[in-house]
Each structure stands twice: as C-alpha cells, then as structure tokens.
C-alpha cells in the first residue's frame, strides 16, 4: 500500500493535540511529501512555520508505531534550509607512479664544447605532464621556426612573410631569429628530393653551412623525406656542421636510419627519431637506436608525428600523451623529448582556403586570421600532451604559442586581473 | 565507476541470455555497460519488481565519477559531465564541452536578435556530420531585474538552445526565472556571499547551478553545503583567468578538482566544471587579440577538463578551431574514424581526369582529398569501406580487396565507360600487390599510385594521362 499523505489535509484531519493513535497501521511505503514548501521539519518547527507542528506530530506517531521515519528522510533527502556554509577543505594528491624523469636533451653547442653557438637549448628533465603541479618542468618549451633551401608553395597568409627572403636560406634564416624571436632554425633541404631538383648532398651540406654562419642559434637539418636520398644528405650535412649539435630531421623506420644515427655519432649530433602515429612503432624506432646504433641517450629526440587540427590530431594527441605518460611511469625507451611538426597545420583547408568550398557551413571568414590561430591550436593541444619542441612557420602563431606555453610554464608575471565583475563588463 | 570488469557486472544482471538488449549473452551486455556503449535500461528483465534492488545498485555502481547535469529543456538540452576518466584513450570522453555564447541585457533588440541567431544558426560539416555551438549565456550588465527578465524572454523566444542565466544578483536570476522557469536554465552563480539566496532559487525552481569560487576550500564549502540541501545538479566555476601566474592557477585548479573526482573519489566535488575564456576580454581590447586570446584559453580548457563554457567571440577564426577541437578531443577513440564510402569529385572532374582509389579512413580520406584539393587535380576520388582502416593495414587486414573496390563504383553507380575516356583507375602505392587482382575483376587498366598522396602531384606529371600500351 502507498499512501501519499498531504501536510495540509493531516493538519485539518488530526486538528489539535494528539496524544496517540490507536488502532492505526502503517504499511509499505509512506511518503511524507512535504510540498513546494519543502522544509526540514525541525528547522520549520523552529521558525514556527505553521505545517511545522503537524510534521513534527506525523513524525512522533510513527516513532511510536516504530516506523524508520528518520531513515525515511534522509532517503527521500527533503531539502533542509542552511544559514552557515558548511566549512572544508580541500586537497588534491599528486601522481605517484610518475617517477621517472623525461631525459634531458642540449641542441646546439658553443665554443666551450666545440661548436660556434652563442646558446643552446635545452629539452625535456619534466617529471610530470606539461604545467602541472606534480613536478618541475626544468625547461619551457622551444620554437624552431622553417626556412627552405628553396622557394615553396606556402599559404598565402605564410608566404607574405618572406617574400624578400624566399631566395636566401642565409637571410631566411636571419629574419626568423632577429624579427621573429625564433629559438631555432630548421634547415629543410627539399631541393634534395630526386623529384624536384636532386641537388646534390655537397651542395646541400653548403646551404647547412651558410646558414650556421648567418644564425648563432642551434639548427635543425631536414632533409626532403625521400627515404632513399635522405641518409646521404643529413651525413654530409652531419659532417659540415661537426660539433654544433644539430637535431638531424629524420631517422625513421622506412629508411636507413642506422646511416643517420651513424652520422650523428660521429659528428656529434642529436637524432630526431620520427615514427607515424604509432607508440609501439616509437618504442621499436628508439630501441634500435640505442640497442642497434649505439646512440645515447642524450642525443635522441622523437617526433611522433604532427596531424592538422581537424585532420587527425586526435591521434596525434592521444599518441603523444600516452607516449608522455608511459615515459613518465617508468618505459625509458619512451621518456625522450618530443618534437612537433606544427607547421602541417596548414595542410588543413581552413588554414589556407579563401572560403569553405561548402555552402551548408556557416562563413569561414577571413583566411588571414584563420591560418595562424589554426598553427597555434595544433601547437597549443600538443604541448599540453606533452611536446617540448615546436617546428612553426607564421610569425603572429609563433608569438602566440610562446606567451601561452610560457604562461602555463610559470614564466609570465602580469599585473592580477580581477574577475569577479565578469558578469557585467562592457565589452 | 565502480566496477571495472563485466564479470562483476555480471553478478548483477538476470544471467538469463534472453537476449532482449540486443546482445548474446548478459556477459556481453554486462561489457557494453561498463564501455558505456548500452544502458541498464535496455535490459527488460532488470526493470521488473523482482530485480528492482539490484538495478538500483547497479545504478549507483555505474554512476561515472563525475556528475552528470542536464541543461535545457528538449531536443535541445545538453547534458555536461559524465567523465570516468583523466585521459581519452583510458576510455572515451563523454559529453562534449557545452559552449554558451553570450549575449547581456543592454543590446538593442536587433543587434540581440541578429547575435542569437548568428549564434544558433553556426555550422560546420565535418566528417560526415556538422559541428555546431550549444547554448546562449545572457549577461546582467544593466543590473536591472526587469531588464534582465526581458532580455531573457526575448532570447527564449527567438531560439530554442539552452540558457544560462549570469547574475550575482538573485533578485535578477529569480526574475529571469520566473521568465523561463519551463526551460530548465543553468544558473550562474552562488558565491560566498549570495549562495543562501541562490540555493533557495535552485530549490524553487529545481534548475542547475553554478558554484563559483577560485579558493578551492570555498568553492568544496559551497558544492558541500548546496549537495546538504538536496541541491545535486551543481557545476564548478573555479575562476577562469585570463592570464599571468593568475592563470596557471585556474589551470592547476582545473586539473585539481578533476583529479580528485576522478582518481580520488572525492564526490563532494566530482561536478562538471565551467570555464570562462571570455575573460580574454577584461585584458585585451582590440578584437582580434581578445578573439584570439579566448580561443587559446578555450582550447587550454577543452583539452584538460573545461565540461561547459562562456565565451565571447563569433568570429570563424575563434568559432571554427574551437569546435575542431572539442570535436578532436572528445571523438570516441575506440571507434575508427570513417567517412561514407562512395565516389566523390574533387574539384570539376572531366572524362580525362583521374580516377583514385583511397579508403574510407577518415584521415587517410581527408589527407588525400586535401592533397589533391589543394594541388587543383580534378579527379574522382573513391572511397573504398574498410571499416575505417587506412590503406596498408586493410590490404594486410583484407578489408581492401578487388572485390570491394569494384563494388563500390557499382554502388555509386560509377560506369567507367561513361564517365571516362582512359578506362583506368590509379591504387595507393600501399596496395600495388592488389594490381592484378583488380585487373582481373574489373577489367580496367590499372595504375599504381604513389605511396604517399602528398606526391600526387609529381606523379601525374609523370604519369597522366596514361600512356597507350
């Protein structure tokens, strides 16, 4: 039997005083509903509110009838009114199984450790995922900024950047460090690629030169990623550039990655151990680096690959943190700083492409604000899972990046802002 | 959760295999509920008296950590919360971050009407479906109750999307209340200072509301004593700034609250928490900066736990990467990613254009379609159903067969003779064994692509138009 007695009709139902009540069963579930008004019985009865008196008599005659009314209450959980905050405190943990230290890598050399660098940058020592408050995180993250051995399509928004410098790697070079605030400089040798000029590994190895001679920052070599030419370029280049700890871009599994590590062993060098979304394909790649080739530690640095928001960043997300924390809980053939190719942000349409060529999609608007914020957003969601170094292209996303990741990284003091008033600011 | 395995589920379920959810047996059903893909309610037998106590216990032992709130009212309300996990690829997030653009109560009623529907009307194909912003935050600038009420209703009445309602004053949220008290509104927000008022209102009108404060003592002191009141669909706003030191603590905060609810049980504060990248506006003036800089804080919270959020900015540049993101970070990864299988042009295709053969892997799709968009190839371009697998793992996997490629120019109707005056077809380098085969069941001359669709381009110089033989 259920019963759903109103306050109201037992208040005009018992009238006044009731001493007990005989001859009265209660059975099955009985509901106190206790209406819009709602109150907790004994806080109302204090108040002298008026249904107060008839709940507090409900609640005594089923006592005696040995009713379970208080349990009853707290299941039904009537609301109760509160005059005082409840006070607390509280406090969150940290990781225990984050134990092991990310390896700490040095790019580029200076004259006290046989190279001509005026700094060098140092990667990775975190002991917990990016900004978090676990551990330190030793060092803030870099940005390497692109610069071609030969003119290239670039998006628009990119390219307006460089037109006076598209000719010259030398001068490409320097603007990106002295107008851009660039930490590093990436040296791609595209025209290397037997399908577009097949310049010849001496003739690369000369750009490499001029461009160690134009900038005082560390560099990294790229090759064109033609997997058959690639290890011939990066070891000449490895040998012009000898002692300047240059990050040699990339050894990978699908080419000769032992004639990379080689080179760089040789020539003092840091390798970039470059695999395809794969965190087992990592863990292969890098073991055989050290196992097979004998690289140490300190002269491996990954690039798990770099998908455009929008175009797979969800794996290239979720690789790089699983990645992160497996290094971080202990796997040291994954505790390596990683590199991001950020730059592949413009491969994305809405980087570069006036208008959506869709005409369901609400307006894409201007192309020019879209590109860089879309270079930052894929550069920003990686470094929170746990990338170190940023290979960048646009000048305004550089900035951007590096205020934000620099923020988090606790290296920005500003004058506080007060948001209490949010609600009503006039914007 | 707090069941981790289905043979504990299973303890709880009828053991029957009647197989009335859908699946075998109820170990398989009991697999589904703890990856979230079925719910209790699908099992018939569990909604009868005799099983009513162990449904209720299932019900609270698969409750998520994190507290599930409902905003809104229909088909358009949105749930927030809901997380079992700190990482996606632990699981899968659930319930995409909810964004509430703003609007406030001194817009002329034009400008409001044009901002609503500029708000409601946003979107954006994506893989198959189209991205889309959730709500409407109205503003209290005026601090006019009356004002704000009648703002209120002229957004209810213009759009159909969920409201929250943003006022420290409680006589302005009751006068809105009163407004929309139907439609299910979030409140924003109990403070320190106003939480008795508020609390009454959410009792009252039995809506969600947001606790706000950046002391996380307080802000536990708050989601304590609103949850002692019987006040349960709360959300966590523990301030949201713009930037300096000020904003690694929101950051801290963020990570913080979400840790405890879900690694440490604390569930007096496993809430959906809200963040306001709209702050990027109390700093930044110049609209691109701020549009900016809100979009940078909105992706910091989309990535690390942000469930609902206020922002400012309509421009595509903020709008477009914001829901890229959360669709990026909320994509269930146990899924494959797939486009429709089918024969698509990319670009004005003619009867000499090319035909290629890629798979209806969504990023293997896309890159190619991009590869060749932005190279300004013509082409037909065909997606081939390998259950979302990329090219060299469905050649090895057998998901990428001659059968299946013939197949799906069949079903899209796609006749070669008419369509085209070469008769060819142009396979991914990765799956050059697959030439002969093809050949042999579709009669077509068959060329061998590159092996990475970037070197479309280099390749057709070489190769296109096919040369006699």
């Known amino acids: 039997m259920t019963k759903k007695i109103k306050l109201s009709e037992l208040g005009s139902l018992l009238g006044g005083e009731i001493q007990a009540l005989e001859g009265v069963k209660i059975e099955g579930d009985v509901e106190i509903d206790l209406g819009q008004a709602g109150l907790n019985p004994q806080m109302a009865y204090a108040l002298g509110h008026e249904t107060a008196q008839v709940a507090i008599h409900l609640m005594n005659i089923s006592r005696i009838l040995g009713y379970p009314v208080d349990q009853m209450l707290g299941a039904t959980a009537a609301p109760k009114r509160l005059t005082k905050l409840i006070e607390s405190r509280f406090s969150a943990g940290k990781i225990e199984d984050w134990k092991t230290p990310i390896q700490e890598v040095v790019l580029g050399a200076t004259s006290s450790d046989g190279g001509t660098r005026k700094s060098t940058v140092t990667l990775g020592g975190e002991t917990a995922l990016p900004y978090y408050f676990d551990g330190p995180m030793p060092h803030r993250n870099h940005i390497t900024m692109d610069v071609f051995d030969m003119p290239i399509n670039m998006a628009k928004a990119v390219k307006s950047n460089y037109e006076d410098v598209i000719n010259s790697p030398a001068e490409w070079a320097k603007k990106v ?96 151990s470059w695999t395809q979304l794969e965190i087992n394909a990592q863990k292969e790649l890098n073991r055989k680096l050290m196992k097979q080739c004998g690289v140490a530690r300190e002269n491996i640095l990954m690039d798990p690959t770099t998908a455009a928001l929008g175009y797979g960043l969800d794996y290239a997300y979720t690789n790089m943190e699983r990645i992160r924390l497996a290094g971080l809980s202990g796997d040291t053939e994954l505790n390596f700083p990683m590199s991001s190719g950020t730059t592949n942000a413009w491969g994305a349409r809405e980087s570069w492409m006036v208008s959506s060529p869709l005409k369901e999609d609400s307006d894409w608007g201007p192309r020019e604000y879209r590109g860089p914020i879309w270079e930052i957003v894929t550069g920003l969601t990686l470094s929170l899972a746990g990338n170190d170094l940023f290979m960048m292209m646009h000048p305004t996303a550089v900035q951007v990046l590096k205020e934000i990741t620099q923020t988090l990284y606790g290296g920005k003091e500003t004058e506080p802002v007060n948001i209490d008033n949010w609600i009503s600011a006039v914007i | 959760m707090k069941l981790n395995s289905p043979l504990q589920v299973y303890k709880y379920l009828p053991q029957i295999n009647c197989a009335e959810c859908g699946e075998a047996t109820c170990m398989a059903f009991a697999s589904h509920l703890i990856d979230r893909s079925k719910k209790l309610d699908d099992c018939p037998p569990l909604l009868k008296d005799e099983f009513k106590k162990k449904y209720m216990e299932l019900q609270t032992l698969l409750a998520p950590e994190i507290h599930e709130v409902t905003i809104g009212k229909g088909e358009h309300a949105r749930k927030i919360g809901g997380d079992d996990v700190l990482y996606r690829h632990q699981l899968t997030f659930f319930n995409p971050t909810a964004f509430a653009y703003d609007v406030w109560d001194t817009m002329a009623e034009t400008e409001l009407v044009e901002r609503i529907n500029k708000i409601s009307n946003f979107r954006k194909f994506y893989v198959g479906k189209f991205l889309k912003v959730d709500m409407v935050a109205v503003r209290c600038v005026s601090g006019d109750a009356l004002k704000f009420a009648n703002t209120v209703k002229k957004v209810a009445e213009t759009t159909k999307l969920p409201l929250v309602l943003c006022s420290f004053d409680p006589a302005a949220l009751k006068a809105a209340l009163e407004v929309v008290k139907d439609k299910n509104p979030l ?6 200072k106003n939480w008795g008022e508020v609390a009454e209102l959410a009792l009252n009108y039995k809506v969600p509301v947001v606790l706000f404060s950046p002391d996380l003592d307080k802000l536990k002191s708050l989601a304590l004593t609103f949850r002692e009141m019987g006040i349960k669909d709360l959300v966590l706003d523990p301030g949201s700034y713009p930037q300096g030191v000020q904003l690694k603590g929101s950051f801290e905060r963020f990570i913080k609250l979400r840790r405890a609810g879900i690694k440490e049980g604390q569930k007096d504060i496993a809430f959906p928490i809200m963040a306001v990248p709209l702050n990027a506006w109390l700093v930044y003036k110049d609209a691109v900066t701020a549009s900016y800089w809100e979009t940078v804080l909105a992706s910091v919270f989309t990535v690390r736990y942000g469930d609902i959020m206020i922002l400012h900015s309509l421009e595509p540049y903020a709008v477009l990467p914001e829901v890229h993101l959360r669709d990026t970070i909320y994509t269930d990864p146990r899924t494959p990613v797939k486009v429709a299988p089918g024969v698509n042009e990319v670009g004005s295709p003619a009867k000499d254009s090319p035909v290629i053969v890629t798979t209806n892997f969504a990023l293997t799709y896309y890159t190619v379609e991009s590869d060749l968009s932005s190279n300004k190839i013509n082409c037909y371009l065909a997606a081939v159903d390998t259950d979302g697998i990329g090219v060299e793992a469905a050649v090895a996997g057998g998901q990428l067969t001659a059968a299946k490629i013939k197949d799906t120019f069949q079903k899209a109707g796609f006749e070669f003779k008419d369509k085209t005056s070469h008769n060819a077809l142009i396979l991914p380098g990765l799956a050059a064994r697959l030439q002969g085969d093809v050949e042999d069941v579709t009669g077509l001359r068959v060329m061998i692509g590159p092996p990475d669709s970037g070197r479309i381009p280099g390749w057709m110089e070489k190769n296109w138009p096919p040369k006699p033989k």
């Open chain 1, 177 to 272: 460090v002295r107008d851009f605030g660039a930490d590093m400089v990436t040296i791609h040798l595209i025209s290397t690629d037997p399908n577009i000029k097949d310049t010849s590994p001496a003739q690369a190895a000369k750009t490499v030169e001029e461009v160690l001679q134009a900038v005082d920052v560390p560099i990294v070599i790229g090759g064109s990623g033609n997997p058959e030419k690639d290890p011939a370029v990066l070891e000449k280049a490895a040998e012009v550039a000898e002692g300047e700890r240059c990050l040699l871009a990339s050894a990978s599994l699908n080419l000769d990655y032992a004639r990379i590590a080689e080179a760089a062993k040789k020539y003092n060098h840091v390798v970039l």
């Open chain 2, 187 to 192: 409140i924003y927000a109990a403070t320190e």
